[in-house]
Nanobody, 124 residues
Framework: QVQLVEFGGGLVQAGGSLRLSCAAS????????MGWFRQAPGKEREFVSA????????NYADSVKGRFTISRDNAKNTVYLQMNSLKPEDTAVYYCAAGHRSWVQTRTADFVSWGQGTQVTVSS
């Protein structure tokens, strides 16, 4: 099973940028889809973005489309989420997740391994 550790969260002003990184352990990383989810206080965990095994296909939630970019480096076993033009409503704990298939998935139930989460706070 893939183990995941997120980095890069923090406090940023509205309009600013952050880049989240997720380091994965395990030999299967390069063959599986990866995703990012987030959970704000009092809300359910929601899909943010996902990327296929080779990076050729991506998917984004409508709320982040055009502002966030997901990418991966299979040589480094790392997936990234570049977040630009951040808004206060982006404030949440962000989770990296590993799927059990190679193609893009978007449902929470499609992901089998989760990181511990990293806090992103956007001030107005």
């Amino acid at each position: 099973q893939v183990q995941l550790v997120e980095f890069g969260g923090g406090l940023v002003q509205a309009g600013g940028s952050l880049r989240l990184s997720c380091a994965a352990s395990g030999r299967t990383f390069s063959s599986i889809a990866m995703g990012w989810f987030r959970q704000a206080p009092g809300k359910e965990r929601e899909f943010v973005s996902a990327i296929s095994w080779g990076g050729g296909n991506t998917n984004y939630a409508d709320s982040v489309k055009g502002r966030f970019t997901i990418s991966r480096d299979n040589a480094k076993n790392t997936v990234y989420l570049q977040m630009n033009s951040l808004k206060p409503e982006d404030t949440a704990v962000y989770y990296c997740a590993a799927g059990h298939r190679s193609w893009v998935q978007t449902r929470t139930a499609d992901f089998v391994s989760w990181g511990q989460g990293t806090q992103v706070t956007v001030s107005s």
